[in-house]
């Protein structure tokens, strides 16, 4: 079975930074893209960033391009996502998913930003 488990939230100030984690099992993850998406209290899901297998690629929505970062560690089976300059609207549950549609998504990790 597919296994995804987020950690690495937390309360950080406006301007802070966070890195995510997400350990991966039950698939060959070197040889799948893998997306962040995270939802807000109240809204739906929004895909934030992804990353191609070899990590030759990298993908960032408008919201978080340049001052997020997505990278992973194959020999690990996990993906990361660095959270730099965060603001108060980056308030919201982190997941890593399968897809950019989040249907294979983990339990995901709470990230509140606030002064």
């Known amino acids: 079975d597919v296994q995804l488990v987020e950690s690495g939230g937390g309360l950080v100030q406006p301007g802070g930074s966070l890195r995510l984690s997400c350990v991966a099992s039950g698939f060959t993850f070197s040889a799948n893209a893998m997306s962040w998406v995270r939802q807000a209290p109240g809204q739906g899901l929004e895909w934030i960033s992804e990353?191609?297998?070899?990590?030759?690629?990298?993908y960032y929505s408008d919201s978080v391009k340049g001052r997020f970062t997505i990278s992973r560690d194959n020999a690990r089976r996990t993906l990361y996502l660095q959270l730099n300059d965060l603001k108060t609207e980056d308030t919201a549950m982190y997941y890593c998913a399968l897809d950019r549609g989040g249907v294979n998504r983990g339990q995901g990790t709470q990230v509140t930003v606030s002064s």
């Open positions: 990353i191609t297998g070899g990590s030759t690629r990298k």
